[in-house]
């Protein structure tokens, strides 16, 4: 079993956002701003030399993390072997920490779905994650991987679990560490009315290595995870207190509609970075 984040990679990173192309050149003339970047696999699998050589200069002069959208270690009838051939490479090439996914499916059947479909909180599902990702280790290697809590459009039925329980069950049998999305944990909590505070007391709080934040909005009665906003003031202070509770290696801020000039990035990765430290402080 690969070995968890906590153990391989002991060092806070620090706060970075997920790279986006429009921002290349102002990422490179603000690199000294920016401690990680999370890179989505998919945008690299284009095996041109161009592509290539894009991602090395950018493992050249960033920590990078790579973040998979559709390897759906959820999928029942197994991983596409062919889509993780190519993550894998990505993965590789990026000289990457630790790697991350989602707790989600995007295909069944053999039918791409499109979108991060959330799964059941059952035995069966944590099956099904601990045969895929152990399937994953064995081609991308020994790395430790991070798995995020989705924003989930629905609460299934038939769930033997509450998600914190579940992730706990999942960090028990595989090793894995967590990729907190607190902006997708303040939108569950909205819309499906929870305690984030009961939520984050059951949590394997050493295995949180990574955050998320983003802003999101409401359509309707409906709190969306658009990502196309400025991170809200409710997910900065829960931010404070996860951060507060398990000490996460690296802070990532998501922003992938409605870009805004670069400058408001820098800024809330600055005030990530300010959370993560003042935190690592007071322990
Ligand atoms: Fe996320």
Redesign the pocket.
């Known amino acids: 079993m690969a070995a968890a984040v906590a153990e391989r990679s002991p060092l806070r990173i620090g706060a970075g956002y997920s790279f986006r192309r429009a921002y290349a050149a102002q990422t490179y003339a603000n690199r000294a701003r920016i401690d990680v970047l999370e890179i989505v696999a998919d945008h690299f699998f284009d095996n041109s030399k161009a592509c290539r050589r894009e991602l090395d200069l950018l493992a050249e002069h960033f920590i990078l993390l790579p973040h998979g959208l559709d390897l759906s270690l959820g999928s029942a009838d197994g991983l596409d072997e062919a889509y993780l051939a190519r993550f894998a490479e990505v993965v590789r090439r990026a000289r990457a920490p630790w790697w991350s996914e989602h707790v989600a499916f995007t295909r069944a059947g053999g039918i791409a779905i499109g979108h991060l479909a959330p799964l059941p909180f059952t035995r069966e599902a944590l099956e099904v994650l601990e045969r895929n990702l152990d399937r994953a280790r064995r081609v991308i290697g020994d790395l430790p991987c991070a798995l995020?809590n989705i924003a989930a459009p629905v609460v299934l039925g038939g769930a033997e679990m509450e998600e914190p329980a579940f992730l706990r069950a999942l960090v028990e049998r595989t090793g894995c560490s967590l990729?907190l999305?607190v902006?997708?944990l303040h939108a569950n909590a909205l819309n499906f009315g929870f305690d984030v505070d009961c939520y984050l007391d059951a949590l394997p709080a050493g295995a949180v290595v990574q955050l998320?934040v983003?802003g999101g909005e409401w359509n309707g009665a409906t709190y969306v995870d658009s990502h196309a906003r400025a991170v809200h003031a409710d997910v900065w202070r829960l931010v404070e207190r996860v951060c507060n509770r398990f000490a996460p290696k690296a802070i990532v801020v998501?922003r992938d509609e409605a870009l805004p000039p670069f400058d408001e990035v820098l800024a809330e990765i600055e005030r990530a970075r300010v959370i993560l430290m003042q935190a690592a402080v007071c322990r």
């Open positions: 995020e990729l999305d902006e997708n998320h983003a998501e």
